[in-house]
Nanobody
């Protein structure tokens, strides 16, 4: 089994910074694309940023230039550096990982979510 565990959420003032982490553990043969999604109250879950195993990144338009996704393949960990945070960034942030585990089965896994609240 594979587990994704997020950390780093919390309350932050507008303009502040946060760094989210997501560590994958378990029977992992390969971590493929990993990403961060968020879901605000009453809204659908949306992709915030993703990163391939080779490091190619993709960002939702509203976070471009403010958020940076990165990964440490040796640690099966993905990060989301959040700068210049805005009130509209308030949401539960979920880590997603497309992971290959024995016997070479690839599927998506989700973390439990971490709350980010932007408030002055």
């Amino acid at each position: 089994q594979v587990q994704l565990v997020e950390s780093g959420g919390g309350q932050v003032q507008p303009g502040g910074t946060l760094r989210l982490s997501c560590a994958a553990s378990g029977s992992i043969l390969r971590s493929n694309t990993m990403g961060w999604y968020r879901q605000a109250p009453g809204q659908q879950r949306e992709l915030v940023a993703s990163i391939t195993a080779g490091g190619t990144t993709n960002y939702e338009d509203s976070v471009k230039g403010r958020f940076t996704i990165s990964r440490d393949n040796a640690k099966n960990t993905v990060y989301l550096q959040m700068n210049a945070i805005r009130p509209e960034d308030t949401a539960v942030y979920y880590c997603n990982g497309r992971i290959t585990s024995p016997p070479w089965v690839t599927r998506d896994y989700w973390g439990q979510g971490t709350q980010v609240t932007v408030s002055s």
